[in-house]
């Protein structure tokens, strides 16, 4: 190809502006949508409800960390160092806040737009990956997610238009404006000519990744895709990790919630113990359970399972170690015994257990 084919006349460079611009100003409501979602976050934390940052307040947002950890993809290990060391999850919340506001003003302002876009995907993926599972009435954090990762990833491309700062200073500085890799980060043309067919291929690409990203948590999270569609946080569900019993009848019975809403807690109101012919030779009624005191209690995580007026209380994420003891002290065979776990809902768990 000569060299006259491959110049690109002053019109068509403008040509190529202009449409750019106008990509840019369409996408304008989905950038001023997604910046009030990601800068309202310092908004409702460090104004609103300074709480949310106070660790000693019931409204500390470091317990959202430990509702997400027990269905989490890929980064449950993360969460799960975050919330049994405070003070790194303190640090990190707070960085992370200050992210989620910087973002939320780049995209505001159009100052860096495609930069913001980046981060936007980003923080909507780390949300996606953590607590995409929640949602009683509605799988709502996982349609945040997903749309927060398509949103961050179209800002990217577009760029902003007319209305923002990425233009002001590109007409101010139009020497840094042709800067490829400045426009790279902030807006303008990604390219024109032969580069068109790139941005082509790169919008699919991205295209691909947000269908098969929202596609694949969907399935792994709800079932939504293919199977028995189920939402984890209907209904509690506890796992029963270990069980440690005595034959006086004391016994350390390790519960973790997995399941149900994270706006309330579980209720255990009885644990019966079961010989293996189906006898009831212990049980602890929501009295027992109630008057718990919390040097029975080893909690492992940020939540915390804890005595209530009506049994145990365990918020979504809680992971705890309790110590029960009879009344009166008992003399149980050695032998294999069932415990079960009856919640106030009427649903109930079970695990194999052995007096020595």
């Known amino acids: 190809m000569s060299q006259a084919n491959e110049t690109v006349s002053g019109d068509d460079v403008s040509s190529v502006r202009y449409n750019w611009r106008f990509i840019g100003l369409m996408a304008t409501p989905l950038r001023w ?19 949310k940052l106070d660790p000693s307040s019931h409204a500390y947002v470091g ?27 303190y640090v990190f919340l707070i960085i992370f806040t200050i992210i989620e506001a910087l973002v939320g003003l780049s995209l505001a302002f159009g100052l860096f737009t495609r930069l913001g876009g980046i981060g936007a995907t980003c923080l909507a993926w780390g949300i996606l990956m ?20 398509a949103g961050g990833l179209l800002l990217f491309l577009s760029g902003s238009g007319p209305w923002s700062l990425d233009s002001w200073w ?18 303008g043309p990604l390219g024109h000519g032969r580069m068109s067919r790139g941005i082509k291929s790169l919008a699919f690409i991205l295209a691909l990744f947000a269908i098969g990203w ?13 199977g028995k569609l189920h939402n984890p946080s209907k209904k509690p569900h506890f796992v029963i990790p270990e069980t440690e019993l005595a034959n ?61 007026p009506y049994g145990l209380e365990a918020p979504l994420g809680s992971y ?3 110590l029960l003891k009879p009344d009166s002290a008992l003399a149980l065979t050695p032998g294999e015994y069932s415990v079960t776990v009856h919640d106030v809902s009427g649903e109930k768990w079970s695990a194999k257990t052995r007096v020595p």
């Open 33 to 51: 949508a997604l910046a009030w979602i990601f800068f309202s976050a310092l908004w409702r934390r460090a104004v609103l409800v300074p709480d």
């Open 63 to 89: 317990f959202k960390f430990n509702h997400f950890l027990p269905h989490a993809l890929w980064i449950k290990g993360m969460i799960a160092f975050l919330i049994t060391h405070e003070t790194t999850l």
């Open 130 to 149: 953590g607590a995409g599972w929640l949602g009683s009435t509605c799988i709502d954090e996982w349609q945040i997610g997903t749309m927060g990762i």
């Open 170 to 187: 590109q007409k101010k500085w139009p020497h840094l404006a042709e800067k490829g890799w400045l426009r790279f980060f902030s807006s």
């Open 214 to 226: 929202s596609l694949f948590t969907n399935q792994a999270f709800q079932g939504g895709v293919w």
């Open 248 to 308: 006086n009848g004391q016994m350390k019975l390790t519960l973790y919630r997995t399941n149900g809403p994270d706006s309330y807690g579980a209720f255990i109101v009885r644990v019966d113990v079961t010989d293996q012919s189906g006898n009831v030779v212990e049980a602890f009624d929501a009295k027992n359970l109630s008057s718990v005191t919390g040097s029975d209690i080893e909690n492992r995580y940020l939540v915390k399972l804890h005595p209530g």
């Open 320 to 322: 705890a170690t309790v």
